[in-house]
């Protein structure tokens, strides 16, 4: 697999090949495949595979992909195989523009299935992902939706 030894400054635009999970994707361009993880955010999978979070936070992450089914498999419902998309490349992470303007990044924001990367330092999409994970917030989307899940957030945030 290759992996951002394309043009990491521009857009570029690649055709999705398999989706593995909300936090994992592979794309190609041309002949060449790699893997698409969201930039700018942390996926309940991500928290559920940290070996650093606590027990109690998993299990309570495994129980609501139990109840809501459809949320696991959000990115996997919603982008289609061998259908082009934009990707921009960002600290060895990608930029998938799947829903318009609206990147995976804002839209699994905006689901409650992410949050905002802590030590994200970006002008440009740091306000659009603070203002999506709002939304979910708002709403009581996703990990937003239970109150333990949300004491889960707020470590990620010390």
């Not at 893997?35 to 309570?60: F, H, M, Q, S, W």
């Not at 330092?121 to 989307?141: C, I, V």
């Amino acid at each position: 697999m290759i992996f951002f030894t394309l043009n990491a400054q521009s857009i570029q635009i690649a055709e999705l090949r398999s989706v593995y999970s909300n936090d994992m994707q592979k794309f190609s361009i041309k002949m060449n495949s790699f893997i698409c993880e969201p930039y700018g955010v942390v996926t309940l999978e991500e928290i559920l595979a940290d070996k650093n979070t606590i027990p109690i936070c998993k299990k309570r992450i495994e129980e609501y992909f139990s109840k809501n089914p459809v949320q696991k498999y959000f990115i996997q419902m919603n982008l289609h195989l061998r259908q082009n998309y934009h990707i921009e490349f960002k600290d060895k992470r990608c930029l998938v523009y799947a829903f318009g303007q609206k990147t995976i990044s804002e839209a699994l924001l905006e689901q409650g299935l992410a949050i905002k990367k802590p030590s994200l330092k970006d002008d440009e999409f740091g306000y659009l992902f603070l203002r999506a994970q709002t939304r979910a917030k708002n709403r009581n989307s996703g990990i937003w939706s239970d109150k333990t899940l949300q004491s889960c957030v707020k470590s990620f945030y010390k």
